[in-house]
Structure formats: structure tokens, C-alpha cells
């Protein structure tokens, strides 16, 4: 007679927690845009242990991403209302340990249970509506397919406020596009302390690497991207605004979540 | 100085319009079910000049459909939160002066301006959540393929009520998909009046048929299917609880729409 | 054998219509500004039949009501998941036949069902999000009072945009709060027709009053307001920037609407 | 140089965190149901450490409540787009050490900053929609006022599925009326560790005491009440269908939230 589950709320049955217990599963549609912004706002937004990568110091990606995710036989995207969701990520270049990695510092999803099992892994998830172009098998004025020409439009916002927009034109089949995985991910991984008045050491406050297991890609499309960030009270994408664009992408993916790598407690990074 | 634009609001610069001057561009990706009512449900539902087909006096199709719009130049499909949007159309079949068409009694959107131009059209639209599984080109836990057993779902919800959900699972090929315009479409348009208390004739009351110009399909997969509805306070759609599913189907199309047939003018219908 | 219902969709049963035969009963809390817009906007927006008001050619009032709604008998109040919206309505001044109205060129709302009954008003409503700061019966720093010195907000949202926002300070009791019904409505009831391409004249044209019926008002405060229309790509409402904001009102009403008045019917607006 | 905030994400200013540093401030007009459930589904759902209250193994207590939120000088109510939300809460009545308390299985809100609040507390938050009908000063078809005779309902739903519906009928000033803070609430304050595969223990596994500071309450109202859960397959509600409904309350809180007593630390649950 015990609790189940793997997440709050754990419950007799298991069924009600935000996250089960890994593997879980995941495709996705990608709409990516490799641009850099002042070195300064990603030095900014690194946690300890993370420094500047002098070869790259204002090199970010930004990913539009429509999601479908199961747990292992589980089959939520068979019910879409659960079992889709769409995510905007933001990831900054960095050194760890003198190895070129990349880390989080904003990220966006439309459902609870992704922003779950993002805080698990040490994504620092909040609630926003992302929407990405869809590519299309048929010429349409409504449609772009994925050919020289298509372009894919993709937008983030929360609480009725735009917070970021792009656009990608594709030219050709991409060599070696940017995609999740490309640069390791370390983020930081945290969970506050109340008691006390919340001044506390937090809880939870450690360096962990991001482990994509059976990663697949279909055959990326590269060409010309342009991304904008906007201000908000309650946001501070805003300081990414590029100085310039490099590049966008667009490819799909599969994935499996099941495990997480802790590099490196931390004392508090405040 | 005049006021612009096809639909409310009118305004001066006609950006406003919730409904632009046609022509307008669709692209979907369509779960569709065919399947059988009770015969007195669809009686039930058929406005005046309209008969039962004695043929196939319960059949139905039921569509989940993920578009894509864009105006005449518009490109709206790359502004995704505004180009976007789900439906749920519900479909009975019909005679008219003895011809085999179909008729819409339900139908639900996410999107005002979907909504709007469905009014325009004799769409009765409404409201609602629909979500639709997405096919992946890569196998996955999380995604179907378009493939022998890749199993699709759709589901429709209104104001936090689930009211119907659907699965497909393909088989194989199919020679003839059912699709949109399989059947000829002729709706009721219908404009009430308020003046004099909401008993006067209504200001419009016709039949109309829909046409769908450069209609094009990918080719379809067809399969076995389920398909349920939910009762509700505000929806009658659980009067169409099947009594024999038919068969599943799944394809994308493109189409344009840009005029309408009137066929009759009525008196009213109530 | 017949439909039931006032508006699409017509049904067996009559519940699925979006909206049913009023009366339509309706209570609200209202934050109201009232400020001047450049006159050559509010000109822009006036259908054929008004004209600027020359005494007050750049009066407009902005609303953000949260309403509850009912219909005769249906206590959908009880079911506020289907019987609360919110509203944003933007009026401006005008004379129809030399006397003192004001007309209504945008309106949002968050409910389909309060779309469909604007319509078939002479509303010209469309989706948004519209968020009001409630009222608080005890000190709080997390609300306001009804009392001097308490601060209220509103904002409207559609589809990730924010597109207004106004804060009122209430400083004391008003002898004469500006609210709905101040000034007569007079609205242009439109439908279009599709039928030919958009081109042919509207199935419905006509300048319509509003007939409120019913309405009581509690006592209402007065204060200073500040309001603000941001631009978007698919309204119009940034060209009504305040040039000078007058007075913000807080009150709350309840109306009936049962009625409305054909004032003449046009040819067309455009 | 340092990251700013309370919870992810910590940001260089501080302002994109989902959470800032208590006091957090909250006022909230509550609609409460008493009721008894199968006393199995309580016990099912006690963390060790809680046993079933013997005087009332099947007491629990179900809160509909509209919320606005401030943070210390944050003004958040003033945007109300970010400072207000909805929530539903289930109490079910226990013992710790002896002493009658109550926690917290099952609560859902529609913002994710009130989602990550109630984490850090021990409220196991998930995403949903609640709607509480509210009071109103005049009479009116369309709402109730506070006096003998009003009825007031609540619902919340979650992905488009039902969760939860109830209706109060007020009938008379409540001597003792039902509150937060009636009991003492005892959560499970829990955090999942990935590492591993998720079957190590978790980060976080403790009993808290939840500390409501300048709670104040207006004079409530009492009366006969209905609740019912529905069934959905990831929420395990259902198991507390009333067998017996006790008492219906309803009115207005403050309270301020600004710390945390830590009971026992957990070694796991599952």
C-alpha cells in the first residue's frame, strides 16, 4: 500500500502524476534558427561551472518545436489532447570543463506534463504558446514544402504577449544541420527551498548533461533565417535580440528520454 | 473614404475583416471516419429540401482535420498562431432532387476567423479543441507512420467536454478515400433576425453548395476505425453515436475556396 | 418535424445553436476609460449614415467587462465554464440624424456563443483574451478596493498579441459614470455574400439600435486612466492611440437584450 | 554577477523566474464543498506519516477558487493577463502525530507561475481549467447574489475532458463556515531524481506544514451542496465520488504566503 508514480501527484494508481517513470518518447518537427547575440547576455544567463566559449561567445540556437511524446507503451499520441505539445527552446554556446556544450537559460511548452518533465531533467520550463509552420506534400499558397523556396514561420508567446518570431526560407538539403544534440546540453538543474522564507540553499542545485538516447534525424533542409525577440515584464528573451542571423534548419526527430547524467552539485548559483 | 474588408469588422484599412475577400487557400491533413447513425439521427438534422437517402440512410463521415490557411497573397501559413487552426466536421449524407449529396450539422474550429468564414459559407461552426495525431516520416514510440498499423487518434472537446474521439488504424492503400467532396456539400446558410424578438423570418435562409476549386490529394491509406461521441448540455452530437463503424481514412489535401452556389432560397426552417 | 434554435447550428433539440431565442440576460463587472482618439480615426470607422460628432469628434470609451450570461430560464450562470466571458468593446461618438450616438467598430470576446449573438446584433465581435483586475471585499496587496487610491487593470490578447491595456485609479464615488448605454449604439449589422466572389452586395446591411432593456447599475466610482493600443497585423485598433485620456469608471450592470431596432437598411459600406 | 530569482529560471535580472522570492500575497473568492468520500480513497492517498483521521476517515473537502496574486510592491494584479488564476483543491482529512490535519492529493491551476508556487509548497499542481461562477450586487437572471437562495457552480476540467463539477445553494450566514487554514494542511513536498532511470530516491521527499500568514476572511455563507467526479485516464479524482455531500460554503480570503515549516524528511513514498 504505497504511492505511485514518478512525479507529483504521485496516487494510488500512478496514473495521475505529471511524469512517469522514464523511458519516454518523443517526435518532433524542428524549425531551428542558429544566430549570435551579445556576449554579454549569454555570459549573463551562464551558472557556475559554465564560462564563455571564446570561440563562439554569443552563439545561441533557437528551436520551434511541435512535439508528439508517449511513455513506453503508453500511446499518448493517440489521444493528441494529451499526448502533443509544442515547445519553444532557447540554448546559449558555453565551456565546461574546456569542452564545447551548450545550455538552457529560457524554454516554453503548452502542457503541464512537458514542464514536468523538463524541471526533472533541469529544463527550466514556463508555460507558452508555440506555433511552427507545418511542411506540406503538395503545392499550396496555404503550405510550403520542404524544397528551395519553402519558408516556415515559427512564434512564441505567453500570457497574450509575443515574446519571440522567425522565419526560415529553405535553400537545399543541409550537410550538417543544427539540431538537439548537436552540442551537449548542461543545464542547471534546481529546486528552491521555502522554509526559511526562501533564502535557503535551494534543494536541488547541480550541473547535469542531458542524455538523448536513440536519437534519429530525417535528412535536414538548410537556408536564410531571421528571428526577433520582444520585451516583457516577466521575460527577458529580449537581451538575445541577434546582431546576427546565421543560419535556420528544419528536420525531424525522434528521441528517448530515460536517464540524466549529475556532473556537479552546486552550492547556490545566486 | 470608404470601409474595407469582406466580413466584420469592416474597417479602414480592412486588415481588420475577420473573413478576407476569398479566394482562400487551404492545406489539411485529414483522420477521417466513415461510419453509420441511426437513420432518424440524420433525418433529424436535414434541413427542407433535403431527403434521407434511401440508400444509405445513417451514413456519416466524420473528419479531424489540422489546415492551414492563407489568403490570396496573405502567407499567413508562416504567421502560424493566426494561420492555423483544428476542425471537427461532422457530415451526413443526403438526397437533393434526388441526387446523392451530404449535409453538415456540427462542425467546431479553434480559430475566429475560421469560424467567421465558415458562417459565410453555411458552415454552421462553433467553438471546439480538436487534436489530431501527426504521421512522422522515422519510427517511434511517440508517432504513427503511414504505414501497415500506424494508428492515428482525433478527439474534439467544447468548453472543457470531451465530445467525441476517434482512432484509425491503416491497413493499407486506398483506391478511394473518402474525403471532402466525395459527396457534394450543400449546407444551410442561415442568418437569423433579431428585430421583433428572434421570431421574424431570418435574414438568410438558403440552401448552398460548396465549391471547392483545385482540390488536390495525396494518396490516401485506409484502415479500420472507431469513432464516439460524448453528450453534452449545449451539443446534440451523441445522437450520432455509431451503430457500425465503417472505415478509416487518412490523406492531406489542398483546396481553394472562392464562391459558393446558391441553390434555393427558403422560407425558414424552424 | 423541424430545426430549433435561433442561430447555426440549428438542431433537433435546439441546444447546439450558439446562440437561443432571447431574451439574453447578462450581468457585468465594467472597467470603462473614456479618452480622445485622433477625430480622423473615428471618422475612418463610422458606416454610411454617422458622422463625426462635431461637439466631440474624437470621444471614444474603451470597456473591459467580465460578464456572466444567461438565458431565460437556462441558468448558465451554473455552468460557468459556458456562462462567463469577457469583453473588450471599443466605442466611439458619433450623431445619426443629428442626434448624439456612438458605434462600436471592435469588440473582442473569449466565447464563441457571445461571438454568435454579437453578430446577429450589429456587433462586430471577434476572439480575444480579455483580462479585468477584480475587486476585493477586504485589504489586500494582491487587490484592489472600491475605494480611493484602488488601482484596477484590463488588457486584451488575440492570438499572442497583446493589442490594449488600461489602468484606472479610482478616486471617488462618480455622479455620472460613463457606461453602456450612455450614449445610444447604433451598429452596422453585416453579413456578407460569398456567392460570385465576394464582389455581389451583403446579404445583410443595416444600421441597427441596440436595445438594452433592464438595465440597472450599481453606484459607480470615477478616477484617472491610462490606456494604451499596441499594432497588429490583423487589427486596426493601434490608430485609436489616446491623444488625451479623460476618466476611468468601475461599476458593474446587469441588462436584458430581447430586442433590436432596424434604424435603415444599406446598400452596402464598402 | 549572478543569476537573479526564486525558481527556474533564474535569470540575470530576476524577472523571468516562475516563482520571486516570498511573501507572496493572494486574494480569493472561494466556493467549498464538504463532502465524505469512501474512506479507502482517503487512505489510499495519505503519505506515510498521515493516518486516517478515525472521527472522519472519509472527510475531504473540495475548493473552487478565483485567485488574484501579488508579489511584495509587484502589483501583479494590475496585469491581470499574469495575476489572477483559477484553482481547485482536494483536502482529505488525516492525523499526523495524533494531531487533525488535512492534505493535499490532487490540485489543478491554468498558470504555470501558481503551478510552480504551489511545488515548492508541496502542492502537487497540474494544469486545469476552473471556472467559479460569481456573486453579483444586483439581482439578475444571470447571476446570484450572496443571500439565501443563490447558487453558485464550479467545474474544472483538464485537456478537454471533465473533472469536476459542483453546485452550492446558499442558505444562511455561516457561524464556522469550511476554509483554507480550517486544518492544518500537511503536504508531500516531492522531487524526482532522474539520474539513475528514476528509481533512485528522489531529491526531495519531506512532510511540510503550510504557513498562511494574515489570513483574513469575509463573513461567509452556508448551504446545501452537490459535487461529482468524472473519469479521465490520467487523474484518479473519480475515487472520491461523494458518498455523502455535507455543506456548501462560500467567501472571500486573503492570505499571505512567505515560508514553510519542514516536519520530517521522507525517505520515499513509493
Known sequence: MSLQGFSVPLSPEGRASLACLPPWH????????AFEADPAA???????????????????VAFFVAWQY????????LDPARGQY??????????YRGQPVCTCPYIFVDKDTAMARGWIQGWPKKHGEVHTTRA????????????????FGGS??????????????????????VSLGTRQVV???????????????PAVCELVRSILSGAQRTD???????IKFFPAPDNELDAFQPVRVRRGYRHSMTMTIADLEVLEELDDVR
Open 70 to 77: 508517449a511513455s513506453e507503451g503508453g500511446e499518448e499520441y
Open 220 to 226: 535536414g533542409w538548410e537556408g536564410s533565417a531571421d
Open 156 to 177: 512564441l508567446a505567453a500570457d497574450g504577449r509575443r515574446l519571440a518570431e522567425a522565419v526560415v526560407e529553405l535553400e537545399r538539403p543541409s550537410d550538417h544541420p
Open 136 to 151: 506540406f506534400p503538395l503545392p499550396s499558397m496555404a503550405a510550403p514544402q520542404v524544397a528551395p523556396g519553402g519558408r
Open 187 to 201: 543545464n542547471l538543474r534546481y529546486f528552491p527551498r521555502l522554509a526559511g522564507g526562501g533564502k535557503a540553499k
Open 86 to 95: 509544442n515547445e519553444f527552446i532557447l540554448l546559449v554556446n558555453a565551456l
Open 42 to 60: 549569454v555570459k549573463a544567463v551562464l551558472p557556475p561551472g559554465l564560462e564563455p566559449d571564446p570561440d563562439d561567445p554569443g552563439g545561441c
Open 26 to 33: 518523443y517526435a518532433g518537427d524542428l524549425l531551428v534558427v
